[in-house]
């Protein structure tokens, strides 16, 4: 069964210093999310590629954050510098979603935890 | 502004009895709601969804119950098994609107004891 793929799955890092993490889709899902899951809380949208174009990232902190998703497939989530209030999980979703008008799902990887020292 | 609401943030039940998640939500745009489970260490998985037009979806033990006119929707596990203890997460989206995007609740921790 096609996986959406994240690395790494752990990161500790210390404050101001930059992280950056992975995601693989599965293939062939036009649609990539990246989420931020604080613990204790329901996963936040940060931003969402359509190909290789961001449709919405009005929750991303973009004097921070930095995502790309250069060839519409893999994508990388940039934070510089990594602050405190950053440890979290970070979780990327895919879903063949084209059309507005849509039922697709959005299928989850595994996550990246994220600790700032 | 917390557009959609677990207010349980843990429930236990016991084997083979009904386990029923709440979520109520704020926002009258949402015409799409699902629900995902999550274990320790995993992604979201997910379970079930059902349109505003419906007011009920079943899916094996799984059935979703949408109130419009409340603003609530419900999952009823039945009957609830251990291996059915994870996070459940309530999830909406205005796809008419905003297309795919999902506003998520808090989540409510289920634990099924043998």
């Known amino acids: 069964e096609a996986e959406v793929a994240q690395s790494p799955r752990y990161k500790i890092t210390e404050k101001s210093q930059a992280v950056a993490f992975w995601c693989d889709p599965i293939?062939?899902?036009?649609?990539l999310y990246w989420y931020r899951q604080i613990l204790g809380q329901g996963p936040e949208l940060l931003v969402q590629f359509q190909d290789e174009s961001v449709v919405d990232d009005s929750q991303l902190p973009k004097d921070r954050f930095s995502a790309e998703r250069l060839k519409g497939v893999d994508s990388t989530l940039k934070i510089q510098p990594a602050e405190l209030g950053d440890s979290a999980m970070y979780l990327c979703a895919s879903s063949p979603y084209r059309d507005k008008i849509s039922t697709d799902t959005q299928y989850f990887g595994p996550g990246t935890r994220l600790t700032v020292l | 502004d917390q557009q959609v609401k677990q207010n349980s943030p843990s429930l236990s039940v016991q084997e083979g009895r009904i386990s029923i998640l709440n979520c109520d939500y704020t926002n009258s745009m949402f015409d799409y709601f699902l629900w995902y489970k999550k274990y320790p260490a995993e992604g979201p998985t997910f379970l079930i969804s059902?349109?505003?037009?419906?007011d009920k979806n079943e899916d094996g033990r799984f059935t979703v119950f949408l109130n419009k006119s409340a603003k609530h929707l419900s999952l009823h596990i039945v009957p609830s098994q251990p291996g059915d203890s994870a996070v459940y997460f309530c999830?909406?989206?205005?796809?008419?609107?905003?297309?795919?995007?999902?506003?998520f609740g808090e989540g409510t921790q289920l634990t099924v004891n043998p």
């Open positions: 059902i349109s505003s037009i419906k």
């Open positions: 999830a909406a989206s205005e796809r008419e609107t905003s297309g795919s995007r999902l506003t």
């Open positions: 293939s062939g899902h036009a649609t």
